[in-house]
């Protein structure tokens, strides 16, 4: 949803050259052609921080604010609120402050359930195109984790592609690779050391034709470390990993970087809390192997949870499908489901009602 201006003023600047090095091109130009008039200027949101965004132009960046009025269509559901990548049209007067106006339809999108439960789906980034899902090799590597991953950047549009970071550590690196391919068949693995530069000129052809990468991961498994080498530059503070081996947050707030050698990458904080929000159709993507399976199923709609003639039960009952993970693609399944629930809308009785469901089951809200 965008906000349109209903005058036929002229089409805001754009530098197309200067910022074609931050992933400005054709579809973009379509979608500001479709917007049409009003406003200076378009930008790229490179970084947003409690409602002040930075703004990326051809003569560098600036900050701008959300303007009441924006902020309002937000809540009333008639504007998107803007993410990190996002590109937006602008109100700048010379000398005069940036007013963000409009945000462009988005080509893809990477969203989780957020923390919290009020603020509802949290995009992380958007117009993405390459997903780099960043685990450290070693205890804390979890392939249900990464399956997660793999779900959010296949339901946001973007390519997923898993990089082991730290191989200097870790001594059985090919076990590890066989762990995760088994849960991301079809995804490209690589594994990489930020120290040494192992697997690093590896990851050069993923930002051919300036498209944008982002790095997701929980904290600390290494994705500023990472993104000092992809920039060949120290821009973000490397946080030093707590003797318990969790990782401390270093990362404030998200931001979009070019790079020299071309393309442009996002950073975002840990994922402390991986939520899927209406993933359901990401959650199917990641598992072709239940998918394929699934065919065989005597009702197109089978949940394979006990229907008759599911085939999926069956290939678990014969051994061809493994029980660990027709589980963790029931769970995801339950969750994205739970989750596409909740964004529904609810009058304020049902939220009443919710809570007091949620007191009578003991469980305790954040
Ligand atoms: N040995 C080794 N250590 C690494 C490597 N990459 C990162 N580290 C270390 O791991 C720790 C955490 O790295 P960061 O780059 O801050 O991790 P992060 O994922 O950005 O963490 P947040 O900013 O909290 O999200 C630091 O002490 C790094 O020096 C690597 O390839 N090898
Ligand atoms: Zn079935």
């Known amino acids: 949803?965008?906000?349109?201006?209903?005058?036929?003023?002229?089409?805001?600047?754009?530098?197309?050259?200067?910022?074609?090095?931050?992933?400005?091109?054709?579809?973009?130009?379509?979608?500001?052609?479709?917007?049409?008039?009003?406003?200076?200027?378009?930008?790229?949101?490179?970084?947003?921080?409690?409602?002040?965004?930075?703004?990326?132009?051809?003569?560098?960046?600036?900050?701008?604010?959300?303007?009441?009025?924006?902020?309002?269509?937000?809540?009333?559901?008639?504007?998107?609120?803007?993410?990190?990548?996002?590109?937006?049209?602008?109100?700048?007067?010379?000398?005069?402050s940036v007013v963000l106006r409009a945000v462009l339809p988005r080509q893809t999108r990477l969203a989780r359930k957020?923390?919290?439960?009020?603020?509802?789906?949290?995009?992380?980034?958007?117009?993405?195109?390459?997903?780099?899902?960043?685990?450290?090799?070693?205890?804390?590597?979890?392939?249900?984790?990464?399956?997660?991953?793999?779900a959010l950047a296949l339901e946001g549009g973007a390519l997923p592609v898993v990089l082991l970071t730290k191989a200097d550590l870790y001594e059985d690196v090919a076990s590890a690779v066989e762990v995760v391919r088994s849960v991301a068949a079809e995804v490209a693995i690589h594994v990489l050391s930020s120290?040494?530069?192992?697997?690093?000129?590896?990851?050069?052809?993923y930002f051919a034709g300036e498209r944008t990468v982002v790095l997701l991961g929980s904290s600390g498994v290494g994705k500023s470390t990472l993104l000092n080498r992809l920039l060949g530059a120290d821009v973000q503070a490397v946080g030093e990993v707590r003797a318990d081996g969790k990782g401390r947050h270093t990362t404030t707030h998200r931001q979009?970087?070019?790079?020299?050698?071309?393309?442009?990458?996002?950073?975002?904080?840990?994922m402390r809390e991986l939520g899927l929000w209406d993933a359901e159709a990401g959650v199917s993507s990641a598992f072709p192997d239940i998918e394929a399976i699934a065919e065989d199923c005597r009702f197109s709609d089978c949940r394979h949870e006990g229907e008759p003639g599911?085939?999926?039960?069956?290939?678990?009952?014969?051994?061809?499908?493994?029980?660990?993970?027709?589980?963790?693609?029931?769970?995801?399944?339950?969750?994205?489901?739970?989750?596409?629930?909740?964004?529904g809308p609810r009058s304020s009785n049902e939220r009443v009602l919710g809570r007091a469901v949620a007191a009578r089951l003991g469980r305790r809200r954040r």
Request: hydrophobic share 45%; with cysteine; aromatic share 6%.
């Open 195 to 205: 120290h040494t530069g192992l697997g690093l000129a590896a990851l050069s052809p």
């Open 1 to 96: 949803m965008v906000v349109k201006r209903e005058d036929a003023s002229p089409l805001p600047r754009v530098d197309a050259e200067a910022l074609a090095g931050y992933g400005w091109g054709l579809w973009q130009q379509e979608a500001l052609d479709a917007l049409g008039g009003g406003g200076d200027e378009v930008g790229r949101v490179s970084a947003e921080h409690q409602g002040v965004f930075l703004v990326r132009f051809a003569d560098g960046e600036r900050a701008a604010a959300l303007p009441g009025k924006m902020r309002r269509a937000v809540v009333r559901g008639e504007a998107i609120w803007p993410a990190v990548g996002d590109w937006v049209v602008v109100d700048r007067p010379p000398g005069g």
């Open 256 to 270: 979009l970087f070019r790079r020299p050698d071309g393309g442009v990458v996002i950073d975002t904080p840990g």
């Open 310 to 343: 599911c085939a999926v039960v069956a290939a678990v009952a014969v051994g061809t499908l493994e029980r660990g993970r027709l589980d963790s693609f029931l769970g995801l399944q339950v969750e994205a489901r739970r989750a596409a629930a909740k964004a």
């Open 114 to 150: 957020a923390v919290g439960e009020q603020r509802g789906e949290q995009v992380l980034a958007a117009n993405v195109d390459v997903a780099f899902l960043v685990s450290a090799l070693g205890a804390d590597l979890s392939p249900r984790r990464l399956e997660r991953y793999v």
